[in-house]
């Protein structure tokens, strides 16, 4: 969620899913998300921030620690791996279909895994029992849309204690041949499955600004009634990435809010370790999306 308010802004230095399945997990259950923009440097091709990383797997070992029985389910935006590749060819968000771009299609895949890679290999450090669970692997979409997922293992290692980590990445899809979902997507899907309690989206930013591009005001709180009048700080607020911007991103929790009403949506800052931590943990953090 970067934007032109980031470096000046800072606050205070088969079972496919089914609606009707009973949940197992709730008042434990957290899905977090740490942003590309957060654990890569955006503007520079496959950049990595290592010393972000190691900090934010600090945060959720620290979390697990403080509460044993926290499950979190960790995914990441693709930041300066996959967006990168991605915009090296055609649009393949909205599907594949040549010989070119299949090959487009493998080069997308290739950099998301290698900095999923990156991401479990700081959590594994930290002490984190980190899993990865690539969409490519365990997902398909019909006309750009999730539609299936076999949940059993990732459930299993939920069960289990351990971390799954999944990501934004490309799937193969029934009508487009395949295309490229994002993780608020893929979060959405599992929400109805996995019944978390809290989904948290840590970026750059401390929150949605109200008054972009001033960036001195965060709102609150984002419900379908207010979102509107916020359209165009909603559209300015993050850089333009191929799974969307800020807009894209609030309006898909949106309506897994609306679809889950008991489910907290928060979109902070995720640049402090201890902020993510609280966060974990329940503590109130950014602009908070609710489905009233």
Known sequence: MNSNCETTKRPDDETTTRLNDAPRYNARMVFLKLGGSLITDKH????????????????????????????????????????WAAKQGGDIRHGVRQPEDWQHFVRVWHAAQRLNRLVVD?????????????????ALAEDGILHRWDTAPLEAALAAGLVPVTYGDVVF???????IVSTEEIFAFL???????????AGVEPGVWADFPQCTRIVPEITPANAPALAAALGGSAAADVTGGMASKVETMLALAAASPDVEVLIFDGRRGEDVQAALLGEPRGTRVVAQ
């Open 122 to 138: 700081a959590l594994l450090e930290a002490g984190v029992p980190a899993v990865a669970f690539p969409p490519s692997a365990v």
């Open 44 to 83: 520079r091709p496959y950049t990595p921030l290592p010393g972000r990383l190691a900090a934010l797997a600090g945060a959720l070992a620290a979390a697990r620690r403080a509460r044993p029985d926290l499950r979190v389910l960790v995914g990441h935006g693709s930041g300066s791996f996959g967006h």
């Open 173 to 179: 899809d029934a009508r487009r041949g395949g295309v």
């Open 191 to 201: 929400a109805p499955r996995l019944r978390p309690q809290r989904i948290l989206i």
